[in-house]
C-alpha cells in the first residue's frame, strides 16, 4: 500500500514539476533548507531530477546531486555525500557551460566533505582553486558565501584572526547582498535567510577573541535582525551563539533562555543530531560550572540517546541509497545486455543486407537491359574505331566524316527521332562514343556547365525518358 501511495505522490509530483522551467526547478532545489531535511526531501529532489533528465537540464541535475550531497553530510554520512558528488563528476555536469553559482556550490560542499573526513589541506586547496574566479564575478551572494566558508574552516582550527578577516568580509558582503540594490541579484528564501548568519558568526569569533564589547555589539544586531527573518536554522544559530557570548560574561540565565529554544527549535524542526547534539553539551557543561549535577547528569544520558538516534537516522538514510544503487546496477546491467543484443542483431542484419545486396547485384548486371554494351569488333574496324577516337580528342574537322564511315548508320537512325543541326549530330556522336562530360568539354574546348546545358537539350529534342541514362539511350539507336 505504502509503494502504491508512493508512486501516485511521484507522479502527482512528476506533473507538477513538468510544467516547470529549469530556472524554476533550480530555485524550488534552492529553497529546499538542507538543516531541516531527511528522506523525504532527498525522495522529492530524486523525483525533480528525474525531470531535469528527461529535459536535458544539466545544472538543475547537477544542483539536485549537491543537494543531496549536502542533506548526507549534514547528517553525518560522508560516504554517501561524496556518492553523488562523484555523480556529479562522473556525468560530466561541470563544465563551461555550467552556471557558475553551481560551480561555487559544487566546490563549497566537495571542500567541506575534505575537511569532514579531516583532509584540511585539501579542503583549502579547493575553496583556493575557485576563490579568484569567484571574486571576479563581483557578485556579493558568491563573495560572502566563499569567505563565511573560509572563516569556518579557519575558527575551527584554531586560527581566530584569520577566521575574523575572513568572517568581516563575509559580513560586509552579506549585508550588500541583502540590500539589493537595483535588484542585481536572484532572492532566494533560503539564500536571503542564511546571509544574516554572519552577524552571529562575527560575534561568535569576538567571544573567542576575547573582545567582549565587540561581540557584544554584533550579538544585538544579530537578534535584532531575526525580526527580518523567521527561518528556524538562522534563529537556532543566532540563539546558540548568543547563548556562547553570555556564558562568557556569566550571564547564566541568559544562557539558559537561549540554549533552552535552541533544544526546542532542534527537537521540533530539525531531522538530525548535528543540531540537538552541540545544545547538549553546552547545557550539560553550563549546569556543570553551575553545579547542579542532577541536570548535567540528564544531558549526559540526553547525548547517549541522541548518538542512538543519529545511528538509526543513518541507518534509515542508507537504506535509500543502498536500495537506489541496488536499482541502478540492475538498470545498467539490462541496459549493457540490451546494448549487447542490439549490436549482435545489428551484425546479422548488416551481413545479411551486404549479402542480399551482392546477390541482387550480379543478376542486376546480368539481366538489366539498360547498360552500355560495348560490341566486339574485329581488327580493321577496331583500327578505324581508334582513329576516330583520336580525331575526336583533337577536335579535327574530319572527326564526322570518319565517325559516319565507322558508324554508317548512326546519322541516318538520329535524324528519324528528331532533325538536328550538324553540330548536334558531331556532339551526339562523342555521346555514342562514351566520352564524359568532362572529356568533352576537354575535347570541345567549352566548359561543363556548356555540356551539361546541351546534354539536357538533346534529352528533350530526341525525347529521352527521365529514368533513362542518355549514354544508355545511345547505345540502344542502333540495336
Known amino acids: 500500500m505504502l509503494k502504491k501511495l508512493s508512486f501516485v505522490l511521484f507522479l502527482i509530483s512528476s506533473l507538477f ?155 560586509q558582503y552579506s549585508k550588500i547582498y541583502r540590500e539589493n540594490k537595483n535588484n542585481q541579484y536572484k532572492m532566494h528564501k533560503t539564500q536571503l535567510a542564511w546571509s544574516y548568519k554572519t552577524t552571529a558568526y562575527l560575534a561568535a569569533v569576538y567571544v573567542d577573541l576575547g573582545k567582549l564589547d565587540s561581540a557584544k555589539i554584533y550579538v544585538q544586531e544579530s537578534l535584532a535582525d531575526l525580526k527580518k527573518t523567521n527561518d528556524k536554522g538562522v534563529v537556532y544559530f543566532t540563539f546558540f551563539n548568543a547563548a556562547k557570548y553570555y556564558r562568557t560574561i556569566k550571564d547564566f540565565k541568559n544562557v539558559q533562555h537561549y540554549l533552552w529554544i535552541c533544544k526546542k527549535i532542534a527537537n521540533n524542526n530539525f531531522k538530525n543530531e548535528a543540531h540537538r547534539k552541540p545544545v547538549a553539551n553546552e547545557l550539560k557543561s553550563l549546569y556543570e560550572e553551575m553545579k547542579e549535577k542532577d541536570s548535567a547528569a540528564f544531558y549526559v544520558n540526553e547525548l547517549l540517546n541522541i548518538q542512538a538516534v543519529k545511528e538509526k537516522q543513518s541507518h534509515d538514510l542508507n537504506d535509500i541509497i543502498d536500495k537506489k544503487e541496488d536499482i541502478e546496477d540492475k538498470k545498467e546491467k539490462k541496459f549493457t545486455e540490451r546494448l549487447v543484443w542490439i549490436l549482435l542483431g545489428s551484425i546479422v542484419i548488416g551481413v545479411l543486407f551486404i549479402f542480399l545486396f551482392g546477390n541482387y547485384y550480379r543478376k542486376y548486371k546480368s539481366r538489366n537491359p539498360d547498360t552500355i554494351d560495348m560490341p566486339y569488333l574485329p581488327p580493321v574496324q577496331e583500327c578505324i574505331f581508334n582513329e576516330v577516337i583520336q580525331l575526336a580528342k583533337e577536335n579535327n574537322a574530319e572527326f564526322l566524316t570518319r565517325f559516319n564511315e565507322y558508324s554508317p548508320r548512326f546519322t541516318e537512325e538520329l535524324l528519324k527521332v528528331s532533325s538536328l543541326k550538324i553540330s548536334e549530330i558531331r556532339f551526339c556522336a562523342y555521346i555514342y562514343l562514351n566520352f564524359s562530360t568532362k572529356e568533352i568539354a576537354e575535347y570541345t574546348h567549352t566548359s561543363i556547365r556548356t555540356v551539361q546545358t546541351k546534354k539536357y537539350n538533346l534529352r528533350k529534342k530526341l525525347s529521352v525518358p527521365g529514368d533513362m541514362d542518355i549514354y544508355v539511350w545511345f547505345s540502344k539507336l542502333l540495336k
Open 17 to 171: 514539476y513538468a510544467q516547470q522551467t529549469e530556472e524554476e526547478l533550480k530555485n524550488i532545489l534552492y529553497d529546499i533548507e538542507f538543516c531541516t531535511s531527511g528522506s523525504k526531501e532527498i525522495v522529492k529532489i530524486e523525483n525533480i531530477i528525474t525531470i531535469c533528465r528527461m529535459n536535458s537540464y544539466q545544472d538543475c541535475i547537477a544542483l539536485g546531486y549537491l543537494k543531496i550531497a549536502n542533506i548526507y553530510n549534514k547528517n553525518g554520512d560522508v560516504k554517501k555525500a561524496f556518492y553523488y558528488i562523484d555523480k556529479v563528476e562522473k556525468e560530466n555536469l561541470i563544465n563551461e557551460k555550467t552556471d557558475f553559482e553551481i560551480v561555487l556550490y559544487f566546490n563549497l560542499i566537495k571542500s567541506m566533505l575534505y575537511y569532514g573526513v579531516g583532509e584540511r589541506v585539501k579542503a583549502l586547496q579547493q575553496m583556493d582553486e575557485i576563490y579568484e574566479k569567484t571574486m571576479k564575478q563581483k557578485n556579493a551572494y558568491y563573495t560572502y558565501l566563499i569567505n563565511w566558508q573560509y572563516a569556518g574552516f579557519y575558527n575551527e582550527m584554531g586560527e581566530t584572526e584569520k577566521a575574523l578577516k575572513k568572517i568581516k568580509i563575509a559580513y
